[in-house]
């Protein structure tokens, strides 16, 4: 299985690359982003790609991949509607409508977030803009496309977030993962477990097509037996 991966180099795209690389039925791993990781490994290939809503001429670098996995995401903290919905939508749609056109045999799985808003018409701005983001990526003619949807993520072996606050957050939550994994299955999961999910859609699929963090976990503690 050959598989593309967008944002690699935040805390999600670095949980999913590891269960990629680690994973002896993934042939092939492309991680594409403005940055790279800079990670050395035999199934890995990286792609510097400053703009992310423009893939003209980019047609054999994008082809010939079973499955995406897109990691990437903003804070919408002190955004305009209009602003977050063009780093999240726009950006997001790009990327899937030059990918299904060369990939229609493709698994698309969007890393969204817990209170999404499928309706688009709620109060929360962001909910509704990852909900509209959400819908219009399930109506495209992808072979299968899931959308994933956690709320608190704690970081694993390593892995680090770049904002700031939320690294203080996951040091402060570490000795209580358990705990909380356990006490609030609806809020809590794990880059491993959230990683080894998203590998484990691109290669088998689900009856679900939106996954809250309880079905994650519930995949994710699956795989793990």
């Not at 939508?89 to 299904?100: E, I």
């Not at 957050?169 to 299955?185: D, V």
């Not at 990683?195 to 795989?223: C, F, P, S, T």
Request: net charge positive; with cysteine.
């Amino acid at each position: 299985m050959d598989i593309l991966i967008f944002g690699a180099t935040g805390m999600v795209g670095q949980g999913a690359l590891r269960e990629c690389l680690a994973d002896p039925e993934v042939h092939r791993v492309v991680a594409l982003g403005r940055t790279i990781t800079g990670r050395q490994h035999p199934k890995l290939r990286e792609l510097a790609h400053a703009d992310l809503l423009d893939y003209s001429g980019m047609d054999r670098e994008l082809s010939g991949f079973d499955a995406c996995l897109f990691c990437l995401g903003v804070s919408s903290a002190g955004m305009t509607e209009a602003a977050y919905g063009h780093l999240t939508f726009d950006l997001t749609l790009a990327a899937a409508r030059a990918l299904v056109h060369l990939n229609p045999d493709m698994t698309f799985i969007y890393v969204s977030g817990a209170g999404t808003d499928s309706t688009e018409s709620g109060r929360t701005m962001w909910a509704r803009v990852k909900g509209k983001t959400e819908n219009a990526l399930l109506a495209l003619p992808f072979k299968s496309a899931f959308m994933l949807r956690p709320a608190l993520i704690q970081p694993l072996h390593g892995i680090t977030s770049k904002t700031r606050s939320y690294r203080v957050l996951y040091a402060a939550t570490a000795p209580l993962l358990p705990l909380l994994l356990a006490l609030f299955p609806n809020y809590v999961t794990t880059t491993e477990r959230l990683g080894r999910v998203m590998v484990y859609l691109a290669k088998r699929g689900d009856e679900k097509a939106v996954l809250e963090a309880r079905d994650i976990n519930r995949l994710g503690a699956a795989l793990a037996h």
